[in-house]
């Protein structure tokens, strides 16, 4: 076999790809990890509610799992960015930013999204830090702390629900007109969350840590942590352009066993689950593993 040749490449080394890779490398399968080195989460200071590693860091995790990967000889790592991939008849072939090319029978894309960050000064600073995306994952550290939701409708009241049993002192910034009905202003009043509709213009804060929210009338608000939903986009085009489908939502659809709507093309992680959690990436990553074992042994078996 040739060396630039695979039985499995997979797009991505985070939590996702890494767990994948273990499975194949456990059951001796060629396999392929093309990793940039740059995970969404490299800002957040600590990784919670995942089981035997609460309140490491994301890199701690990290290491450990590709220390654990290296292990297994079958599988290799290529540092890179991969810009390109196509079918061929062999499967298919996946071009890196360095030039050089690779193919495989199956792929993995575990690549995960990019978030794109509003054009509000020190937002991108404080994002994984003090302004966070999900109560599960952050929400513990800061509870009882003065908090702003940034969000509006029923984005903003699922958030508050959650983020009320964590403190009860919460208000909602909709940085425009509120998008609330008489039911849902009534139960904000029944648990004295505030709204406040003037948009955003600044977040003061001390290396990633809020202390004010500037807004574009002048007047400022003092909080401790905020709560932010924001759009995203897949990490590369590589998927669309093989022909998965992508869901209303924005991500790649897949089935149960991860497998996408291209035939030998899975996908796990952030880029296929809006439950943005290591635990959730790294189940998904097995199951995404064992199944392509499962699809190879019944091609030669």
């Given at each position: ?69 290296s292990k297994y000889e079958s599988v290799k790592f290529y540092k890179g960015l991969a810009v390109g991939g196509k079918r061929i008849s062999e499967g298919f ?138 759009p995203f986009e897949q990490n590369s085009t590589i998927p669309m352009d093989l022909g998965c489908n992508i869901t209303e939502q924005g991500y790649i659809e ?48």
């Amino acid at each position: 076999m040739d060396k630039n040749s695979f039985e499995v490449i997979i797009i991505g080394g985070s939590y996702a790809g890494l767990s994948a890779a273990l499975t194949l490398g456990r059951s001796l399968r060629k396999t392929l990890i093309i990793d940039a080195g740059k995970p969404c989460n490299r800002q957040t200071p600590h990784s919670h509610n995942f089981l035997t590693q609460d309140g490491r860091t994301p890199q701690e995790i990290t290491s450990i799992a590709k220390e654990q990967v290296s292990k297994y000889e079958s599988v290799k790592f290529y540092k890179g960015l991969a810009v390109g991939g196509k079918r061929i008849s062999e499967g298919f072939e996946i071009t890196t930013d360095q030039g050089e090319s690779f193919t495989a029978k199956k792929l993995v894309y575990a690549a995960g999204i990019k978030d794109l960050m509003p054009a509000i000064k020190g937002f991108p600073e404080c994002w994984g830090i003090s302004v966070i995306h999900c109560p599960y994952c952050h929400g513990y550290e800061h509870r009882n702390k003065k908090t702003a939701l940034i969000a509006n409708g029923e984005r903003a009241m699922h958030l508050a629900s959650l983020v009320n049993n964590l403190s009860k002192e919460l208000t909602i910034l909709t940085a425009e007109k509120h998008q609330f009905d008489e039911e849902q202003l009534q139960k904000l009043e029944n648990n004295n969350i505030n709204i406040i509709e003037e948009e955003i213009d600044e977040i003061k804060h001390q290396g990633g840590q809020l202390e004010r929210i500037i807004f574009k009338d002048g007047s400022e608000e003092a909080f401790e942590v905020a709560y932010a939903a924001i759009p995203f986009e897949q990490n590369s085009t590589i998927p669309m352009d093989l022909g998965c489908n992508i869901t209303e939502q924005g991500y790649i659809e897949v089935n149960p066993m991860q497998k996408t709507t291209v035939d030998g093309v899975f996908a796990c992680g952030d880029s296929s689950s809006m439950l943005r959690a290591v635990s959730m990436a790294v189940n998904g990553g097995h199951i995404t593993g064992a199944i392509i074992n499962k699809e190879l042994t019944e091609e030669c078996f």
